[in-house]
């Protein structure tokens, strides 16, 4: 028996269905809040072929939230994201009740890989539906975006490319044991504002950085779609998206899942 599909939202292919976007909302989000870009960037001609699942996170208690239940992939604290070299204390909660954690490099791990493996669940029935991995674009925004980049790189499926907004890669210690074979050849699309409020841009650089020690090769913007990462910044841009970085996201999905190879 096929298991359930996971609660997402699907904004079909305007044409015919030759491709698929699985594009993952951020904190506080639901799959809704990208509805929008989804049925603008579909008004493309040449993505109207693509298909978008927006999936929902559920609520849980967020640690930057100070214990608040709200749509989250994974636990945060601010200050880990900032890389800030400050102590910090936040109050976690768990089933067993309140306590205290350091920020200072705290990652829900477990929260990771749980929500790394729902989206490799999500490309497993798109693949098993009869579309060919290669068809395939993970993207998503902070959050989202941070789960993108570790199931794009950790999945034994070879993916049409990745798609990282306002995000940073995590857990990259053991990073270098999770990687497959496939990440050389995958196209990466990482976007980021040179004002994010949340996330310092050296931060993101050097997660860049990082990757590139595994043999990725880092693009420059025209070079949108070729194997490697891109890297592109958004002058004035915070924590959020733009008419710009989403013009760059259709370009780069068009060449890495275009249209008339199907």
């Not at 050097?206 to 913007?221: C, H, N």
Request: charged share 20%; aromatic share 6%; hydrophobic share 40%.
């Amino acid at each position: 028996m096929a298991a359930e599909p996971y609660p997402a939202l699907v904004v079909p292919a305007v044409g015919k269905h030759t491709a698929t976007v699985v594009f993952v909302h951020g904190l506080g989000d639901s799959g809704q809040g990208w509805k929008d870009a989804a049925e603008t960037l579909g008004k493309n001609p040449s993505l109207q072929h693509i298909k978008w699942i927006l999936p929902h996170a559920q609520s849980r208690p967020v640690t930057v939230s100070n214990g608040k239940e709200i749509p989250a992939w994974f636990d945060i604290c601010l200050h880990a994201l900032k890389g800030s070299e400050e102590q910090h204390e936040h109050v976690q909660v768990t089933p067993s009740g309140e306590q205290k954690i350091s920020c200072n490099g705290f990652e829900d791990r477990e929260g990771i890989l749980r929500s790394v493996q729902i989206l490799n669940d999500i490309i497993k029935q798109e693949i098993e539906s009869g579309l060919d991995a290669g068809r395939i674009v993970l993207g998503g925004f902070s959050q989202g975006g941070v789960l993108s980049l570790l199931t794009g790189l950790t999945t034994d499926h070879k993916l049409g490319g990745v798609i990282a907004l306002s995000a940073l890669l995590h857990l990259q210690k053991e990073l270098k044991d999770m990687i497959t074979q496939h990440t050389r050849s995958l196209p990466i699309l990482w976007a980021f504002g040179d004002v994010d409020p949340l996330v310092p841009i050296k931060v993101v650089d050097q997660s860049v950085d990082f990757l590139t020690s595994f043999g990725i090769p880092r693009l420059r913007r025209e070079e949108l779609g070729k194997p490697g990462v891109a890297f592109v910044t958004y002058t004035g841009l915070g924590h959020s998206s733009s008419e710009d970085e989403l013009r760059d996201m259709g370009e780069f999905m068009s060449r890495v899942v275009p249209a008339d190879t199907v």
